[in-house]
């Protein structure tokens, strides 16, 4: 997938605000075209409430309640079956929410497990590098359950990147972060998809996510 396209897009729980602020001054909202081009990195920044959650949901196909059009390489997603949006999910789309949907009960490695034995994109030796990188080999046993919410939230972001993709979707990726591993998080995406030739389209609020050579947005 080259690109991702975005026609007057409008969560309909904001419908009849279309002139009012936010909405209006949006630089996403109500456009008439914006294009996610790959390679590239965007940071969406907005505050709380105006929608940078819904916006990942809409991209990924977790939602529909939108007005406008999304559009993948010029074809419109909402014909899409199910089928093919697996297969996107699969293979060019992948996906960090800010819940991260973690499995307490299971460990660090488990949790990544999940993702890698469907995708078989990883060694369990390169898995192991990223934990160490992020400092978090020594918890790899550990129930995720046990961990500080910033631990958890780079363990989500490891399990992110556990498979093939065009395009990463990551939703306030270091909200529970320190500078030291924001700046951690950051270059390890930023490697990642510069290797792969990909996008990433990340929200963040102020503005806390580092990424290089980027194009910022507000929502």
Partial sequence: MQNITLRR?????????????????????MRDELVFTRPGNYIIEAESG????????FIYGARTDYDGEILMDGEPVKGYSIEKWCRLRREALAYLPQEMRLFPELSVMDNIMVKNRLTSYRSEA????MLDRLEL?????????????????????IRA????????LVDEPVSHLDARNNES??????????????????TSVGNKLT?????????
């Fill in 137 to 157: 080999r020594h918890k790899a046993e550990w129930n995720a359950g046990l961990l500080s919410v910033g631990q958890q939230q780079r363990v989500a972001i």
């Fill in 50 to 57: 105006t929608g940078k959650s819904s916006l990942c949901s």
């Fill in 9 to 29: 897009v409008l969560p309909q729980v904001f419908r009849g605000s279309e002139k009012e602020s936010p909405v209006c001054d949006s630089e996403v909202w």
């Fill in 185 to 202: 998080v950051a270059a390890l995406i930023v490697e990642e998809a510069e290797r792969r030739s990909a996008a990433v389209i990340a």
């Fill in 161 to 168: 990147l556990c498979q093939p993709f065009d395009f990463l």
């Fill in 126 to 129: 390169e898995i192991l590098q």
């Fill in 211 to 219: 990424l290089n050579e980027f194009r910022l947005l507000h929502l």
